[in-house]
T-cell receptor, first 112, second 111 residues
Framework: QQQVKQSPQSLIVQKGGISIINCAYE??????FPWYQQFPGKGPALLIA?????SEKKEGRFTISFNKSAKQFSLHIMDSQPGDSATYFC???????????FGQGTTLQVKP | EAGVAQSPRYKIIEKRQSVAFWCNPI?????LYWYQQILGQGPKLLIQ????????DSQLPKDRFSAERLKGVDSTLKIQPAKLEDSAVYLC?????????FGPGTRLTVL
């Protein structure tokens, strides 16, 4: 029940295309859902996050869509660029604990 | 504002040896985490500190792993003795608001 399942494991997108990464969870106590971006040799960095009181959040080219009833959320990267090539992790946090449970990660390659 | 600092960046040891990692958090961040990230997986929480007290160490293999946070600032994570399966990147992170800020990690290879 503490797991966060992420798919796909890897993704190849052409420059300018849309990248979509999906995550699913079981624990209804989760109330904070961030996405982290990690480049090789670096630690993960927060990209965008959402709480379950909204169904969508957009920041620039990055959008989180959240479906509370289905217990699923996804990251959409519009107009994908080669610089977006990285590993993306979804995560979930049970209320006010500050803990994060991470998904397995998605390696995104954006081809020029 | 300086980020989370970790050292060393890389470490190669033989199995059954000991190793220690050091983390210097962002100034003023009271909550500190150590994660283990095995190649191809997401980070897995090992231990969470609030100031110099342990909040959660339920996932820490206490027979070989230990961690401390001196005076609520710097933290060290130790493995003694190391096993082959401990090969991973060890990440330190600190919390401000809802956001965890990660250091660059220490890549450990156990031969």
């Amino acid at each position: 029940q503490q797991q966060v399942k992420q798919s796909p494991q890897s993704l190849i997108v052409q420059k300018g295309g849309i990248s979509i990464i999906n995550c699913a969870y079981e624990n209804t106590a989760f109330d904070y859902f961030p996405w982290y971006q990690q480049f090789p040799g670096k630690g993960p960095a927060l990209l965008i996050a959402i709480r379950p009181d909204v169904s969508e959040k957009k920041e620039g080219r990055f959008t989180i869509s959240f479906n509370k009833s289905a217990k699923q959320f996804s990251l959409h990267i519009m107009d994908s660029q080669p610089g977006d090539s990285a590993t993306y992790f979804c995560a979930a946090s049970p209320g006010n604990t500050g803990k994060l449970i991470f998904g397995q990660g998605t390696t995104l390659q954006v081809k020029p | 504002e300086a980020g989370v600092a970790q050292s060393p960046r890389y470490k190669i040891i033989e199995k059954r040896q000991s190793v220690a990692f050091w983390c210097n958090p962002i100034s003023g961040h009271a909550t500190l985490y150590w994660y283990q990230q095995i190649l191809g997986q997401g980070p897995k929480l090992l231990i969470q500190f609030q100031n110099n007290g342990v909040v959660d160490d339920s996932q820490l293999p206490k027979d070989r792993f230990s961690a401390e946070r001196l005076k609520g600032v710097d933290s060290t994570l130790k493995i003694q003795p190391a096993k082959l399966e401990d090969s991973a990147v060890y990440l330190c992170a600190t919390l401000m608001g809802d956001t965890q800020y990660f250091g660059p990690g220490t890549r450990l290879t156990v031969l």
